[in-house]
């Protein structure tokens, strides 16, 4: 019954002075509560060191953890204006799931473009991927732009129907 005797002095004799000191420096209560319970386990760790000066050692405490919270908040809105600033940019924050299902969804493309004839591939990786002309693509190859045109529309109705079978 000896340690929650000690615990209920120790929390008589510096919650008021913790408290106290947290509310002039964070200016809400629930902080300095919070603040002030998480003090008292720390020391309730050290409830048998003998220390030359406890104020100053316990003070000494109460302002790292002050310290602790204001770079915790710091990195807390850093993080906030970064992901604003992404948001307003259009840029969508990093997600796992979502980078594991386009390494799917690219893995289905790569393989359905595989399975395009050869030159119905080529036709369409220069016109797609590429940025090639049709008029330019259809003199390489010696063919028709109209044909051109035909073999993107077929890897295109290809490419499309083996899309949508990935969930």
């Known amino acids: ?4 005797r000690d615990q209920l ?3 008589r ?3 008021p002075a913790l408290l106290s000191y947290f509310l002039r420096r964070v200016r809400d209560h629930a902080e300095a509560e919070d603040l002030t319970q998480e003090l008292i386990a720390k020391l309730l760790k050290h409830e048998g060191d003998d220390f030359a000066s406890p104020e100053a050692y316990i003070f000494q405490m109460a302002s790292n953890l002050l310290a602790d919270r204001a770079r915790r908040m710091k990195v807390r809105a850093q993080y906030r204006e970064l992901l604003g600033r992404s948001e307003e940019a259009g840029i969508d ?9 386009g390494r799917a ?13 050869e030159r119905t591939q080529t036709i369409f990786i220069l016109y797609r991927l590429e940025n090639l002309g049709q008029d330019k693509i259809a003199e390489t190859f010696g063919i028709s732009v109209s044909a051109v045109k035909k073999h993107v529309a077929r890897a295109m109705a290809g490419l499309m129907k083996e899309m949508r079978s990935v969930p």
């Open 1 to 4: 019954m000896q340690p929650v």
């Open 9 to 11: 002095n120790l929390g």
């Open 13 to 15: 004799r510096w919650r």
């Open 93 to 101: 924050p990093i997600d796992p799931f979502r980078v594991a299902a």
């Open 105 to 117: 969804e690219l893995s289905v493309l790569a393989t359905a473009l595989a399975s395009l004839p």
